[in-house]
Each structure stands twice: as structure tokens, then as C-alpha cells.
């Protein structure tokens, strides 16, 4: 089926025109709809999604704002504020949400719907995400034996990761979602008293999330934030029992050490390894 076009008015031709200065309800404006594309104008003036309910769509959404403001709130607790040029990616069936847009000023969103491609993201850790990512690292952590003192999930960083993991101290920790729902994530700090040399810390997913691929794009963001961050080389460790892990970091050019690095304060663990930027 050929691209549709459908015209909002005979001098349509600018995102921006034509706002209505008073708006009863939401305006939704079709401006291309294909077999696997659509993308719709959004004007808002004051709106809200009804009380009772959520969004919770079949397609993936990349929404932007444009003009105005607007706060999304998601059905795990999440609510995320854009302003003009602010975007969001909101995968399939991830229930959502308008809980405010500007009273005075219309509120113009550019949506794109098209099938879902993947159905998780990754993204940088929230404080409104630091409840479910500890009781993953706890859970994962026990499945492995990693349980008190010389373990990453025992660390006092795991009941409050967003307050550990900013820019300020050149650490950074992302979450990843699966059909809207926290499943893991992995972060990526300086390690103790060694200048240069970072460490890749807590990549944990529970077990649906396995086998998706996402525990490589957790390690490759991590990875290329250190990159970024200007770090030589980087260090983990973790438990011989982590076989997928183990051979995860061995395809991303991880090598194995004799023994820890000075700066680790992981007794508990029994496998070091180290990747050298560069190389």
C-alpha cells in the first residue's frame, strides 16, 4: 500500500501552524501512515489521559515535544516531565500515561508508532528505578551464592544506585527495560585508588531477560561511556559460576588475571578480568 498523506488544511505544510486557540479535547492529526510507519500531530491545551486508564498500545512510540510541556507517567511509578525538543522511546504495551500538559500554551507532540523492533531499552538509572533494580541485584546475587560481605549485591550502593552513579563522579549505571518492565542492568564506576582504570560493576538480569542479547547492550553502553569518560582499561570481577557472563566478557575482549586488582573490594569473588582500551 503507497504512503498516505493526509492534509490537516489546504497550507498545511509546518508542524506549527494551524494551532487552535481553544481545544475542548486532544487534537490528533494523521500526517503519514504506511504499512509499517504512522505518525500523527498532537496538539494538547491543558489535557490529560482519563483517570481510570492507561495507554497501553501494540506498536512502539518515539514521541517529541515541540512546543509547550508535558509530564508522561508510566505504571511502574515513573513519571518523566518534557519540554520543547525533549523525546521519549516508550516500547510496546509499557503502560503509560498523560498526567499534565501547559495550561496556556499548546502542547504540540510529534508521535511515531511503528512495530515493535526490540521490545527493551536501555537507559540511564532513575531514582524512581532504585527500588527494583535492588531486589534484582539481591535476587540474582542469591541465585549465584553472591549473598553478604566481599559480594556486589552486600555493597551499601545497591539500596540507592541512582544517588551512586552520576557524571559528577564520571560513573554511570543503566537500567534495562523489557516490555516496560525493569529486568536488569550494569554500571560502570572508577575503581578504588587506581587513576585510569574503571570497573564494570553489578550486570545482573534476572532470568526472563536472559537470552535477548541485553546483557551485552548493557555491557556495550557501559563500555562505551568509559570510552567516553577518557578511561584506559577496565576491570571486573565476578563468580566462576556466571559461565554466560564469564563468556560474555571474553567476547568483549575481557581478558583473564591470576588475581584482583588493588582497588577491588570483592573477596567473595574468584575470577578477575581486565580490558585495556585500544586493544
Not at 510507519?37 to 515541540?66: F, K, M, N
Not at 537507559?123 to 542469591?142: L, M, N
Not at 584506559?232 to 591470576?258: P, V, W
Request: with cysteine; proline share 5%.
Amino acid at each position: 500500500m503507497p504512503a498516505t498523506l493526509a492534509a490537516l488544511n489546504d497550507d498545511m505544510n509546518n508542524l506549527l501552524s494551524s494551532l487552535p486557540a481553544n481545544l475542548a479535547e486532544e487534537q490528533f492529526d494523521a500526517l503519514l501512515t504506511t504499512p509499517g510507519v504512522r505518525i500523527e500531530r498532537i496538539v494538547s491545551l491543558g489535557h490529560t489521559s482519563p483517570a481510570e486508564g492507561w495507554y497501553d498500545q501494540d506498536e512502539d512510540e518515539w514521541v517529541l515535544v515541540l512546543t509547550g510541556s508535558g509530564t508522561l507517567e508510566f505504571a511502574d511509578g515513573r513519571r518523566q516531565a518534557l519540554a520543547p525538543g525533549d523525546y521519549l522511546y516508550i516500547p510496546a504495551h509499557q503502560k503509560h500515561r498523560v498526567c499534565h500538559t501547559h495550561q496556556t500554551q499548546p502542547t504540540v507532540w510529534l508521535a511515531v508508532f511503528f512495530p515493535p523492533q526490540n521490545r527493551y531499552a536501555i537507559t540511564p538509572i532513575t531514582a524512581e528505578d532504585d527500588a527494583a533494580i535492588c531486589r534484582i541485584i539481591q535476587h540474582v546475587g542469591a541465585e549465584f551464592g553472591a549473598v553478604g560481605e566481599g559480594f556486589g549485591p552486600g555493597d551499601e550502593e545497591v539500596l540507592c544506585m541512582s544517588r551512586h552513579y552520576c557524571l559528577e563522579h564520571h560513573s554511570r549505571y543503566f537500567v534495562a527495560r523489557l516490555n516496560g518492565e525493569i529486568v536488569g542492568g550494569a554500571g560502570l564506576a572508577p575503581l578504588n585508588g587506581m587513576p585510569g582504570v574503571c570497573e564494570l560493576k553489578k550486570l545482573f538480569l534476572l532470568p526472563a531477560a536472559r537470552g535477548h542479547g541485553i546483557g551485552r547492550q548493557l555491557a556495550d553502553a557501559c563500555l562505551d561511556f568509559a570510552a567516553g569518560q577518557g578511561f584506559a582499561s577496565c576491570y571486573l570481577d565476578t563468580l566462576g559460576n556466571m559461565s554466560a557472563a564469564i563468556c560474555l566478557y571474553e567476547q568483549l575482549g575481557f581478558r583473564h588475571l591470576k588475581a584482583p586488582l588493588a582497588g577491588s573490594v570483592h573477596g567473595g569473588c574468584d575470577v578477575w578480568m581486565l580490558k585495556d582500551f585500544g586493544r
